[in-house]
């Protein structure tokens, strides 16, 4: 398995941009997916955008036109831009990581970071 440190959460104002990084114990190339997920209060954890291990990426369309992820292999650290924030973003964002075993898929995630955006 791979363990998973989200930062870069915080309180900003709407209209405004936020960076999270997620800091992966071990190389990222070799995971087949990497992604964000968030889950408001109340609410179920729902995908925000992932990245496979070729490149391809996904967005759900709330995030479509204003968040961008993207990895760096060099530090093994995949990072969501988050522009033209609103309140409805507020949320707990986990990093999510799926391991290939050669027969399975593993799944882990971080611990969360809150990112809470003021009207």
């Known amino acids: 398995q791979v363990q998973l440190v989200e930062s870069g959460g915080g309180l900003v104002q709407t209209g405004g941009s936020l960076r999270l990084s997620c800091a992966a114990s071990?190389?990222?190339?070799?995971?087949?997916?990497m992604g964000w997920y968030r889950q408001a209060p109340g609410k179920p954890r729902d995908l925000v955008a992932f990245?496979?291990?070729?490149?391809?990426?996904n967005y759900a369309d709330s995030a479509k036109g204003r968040f961008a992820i993207s990895t760096d292999n060099r530090d093994n650290t995949v990072y969501l831009q988050m522009n033209s924030l609103k309140p409805e973003d507020t949320a707990i964002y986990f990093c999510?990581?799926?391991?290939?075993?050669?027969?399975?898929?593993?799944?882990?995630w971080g611990p969360g970071t809150q990112v809470t955006i003021s009207s």
């Open positions: 071990r190389s990222i190339s070799s995971l087949a997916t």
């Open positions: 990245i496979t291990s070729t490149g391809i990426t």
């Open positions: 999510h990581a799926n391991v290939w075993t050669g027969s399975r898929f593993l799944s882990s």
